[in-house]
């Protein structure tokens, strides 16, 4: 069988957001909850990271989820069922620190929602209370609520439009958990910057433990490069070895976004350029 084959390919939102299933025996024997994979499609293509899914040992399977945003996801969306990925490393990261400690709520958003199905799995696993809370802009845009169902205790949702579950944010319905539930002793937040930032600021003010995944720009994945360094209690630490996961109180969120945005025209114009020859041949 090929490396890295891709098993089986699931459209989450038709266009936006794919799931994919992939032969990684290697990889899923040792893949924990917070643990991430670093792509590359061909001899042309960038190393990009990709947090895991889930990840099946028995069946040597790893599952990823990306949302069609540049030029690697694009080129990553125009493989099929059966295609190979040419390069993929991992687990990489350090897991998450998971153990038995009563109530923990799992916060995700757009397609963090992918890789914080994977850590509230992990805490269902430890046997812990696990309260999931999802949000999108609407209904269509939600992920793996059906997933989460299979092993939280609630599964709570919000979309900005009403759509479904409360309107409003993940922060209102953890607000509210929050003020109601003295016994939560642990928050994770996986999501968009600002999300977690919103999340790490609800909590601050009750003292719970809140951890969040950073996605911060990565090239080489094992602490070399240092183009994924963070700002964590005033220090520099490498999200790629030191993390992905932080204590979310710590993180200067306004300086990971800045470093975030470093590169968006470059992306944009790379983007472009891709759909432009691949129209080109079509």
Do not use: W
């Not at 090929?2 to 899923?28: C, F, M, S, Y």
């Not at 609520?145 to 479904?164: C, M, N, Q, Y």
């Not at 910057?193 to 809140?210: C, D, I, L, N, S």
């Not at 070399?224 to 360094?229: F, N």
Request: glycine share 10%; net charge negative; with cysteine.
């Amino acid at each position: 069988m090929p490396v890295n084959k891709i098993l089986k390919k699931r459209a989450l939102i038709p266009g936006k957001t794919t799931e994919l299933t992939l032969d990684a025996p290697e990889i899923a024997r040792k893949a924990k909850p917070g643990n991430f994979v670093i792509l590359r499609i061909n001899e042309s293509g960038e190393r990009f990271p990709l947090t895991i899914a889930d990840a099946d040992a028995g069946a040597g399977t790893i599952t990823i989820v990306y949302l069609v945003l540049g030029r690697s996801t694009a080129m990553l969306e125009a493989l099929e069922q059966g295609d190979s990925i040419l390069d993929l490393c991992g687990p990489l990261g350090q897991p998450t620190d998971i153990h038995k400690v009563g109530t923990v709520i799992c916060v995700g958003g757009g397609t963090g929602i992918a890789a914080m199905h994977h850590i509230a799995k992990g805490h269902a696993q430890a046997g812990n209370r696990v309260v999931s809370v999802i949000g999108a802009r609407s209904a269509d845009l939600l992920l793996f609520e059906e997933e989460l169902r299979k092993f939280s205790h609630e599964v709570l949702v919000a979309t900005d439009d009403g759509s479904r579950g409360e309107k409003g944010f993940v922060t209102q319905i953890l607000q509210k958990r929050l003020e109601e539930d003295p016994q939560i002793k642990e928050v994770v937040a996986v999501g968009p910057v600002p999300m977690m930032r919103a999340v790490a600021g609800v909590t601050r003010p009750f003292g719970v433990k809140t951890v969040v995944s950073l996605n911060s720009i990565m090239v080489d994945g094992i602490g070399m490069c240092g183009a994924c360094r963070v700002r964590v209690d005033n220090n520099i630490r490498f999200a790629c070895v030191d993390g992905p996961e932080f204590d979310a109180h710590q993180v200067d969120f306004d300086e990971l976004m800045l470093r975030l945005g470093s590169y968006v025209t470059q992306e944009k114009e790379s983007y472009k350029r891709y759909c432009e020859c691949h129209e080109s041949k079509n």
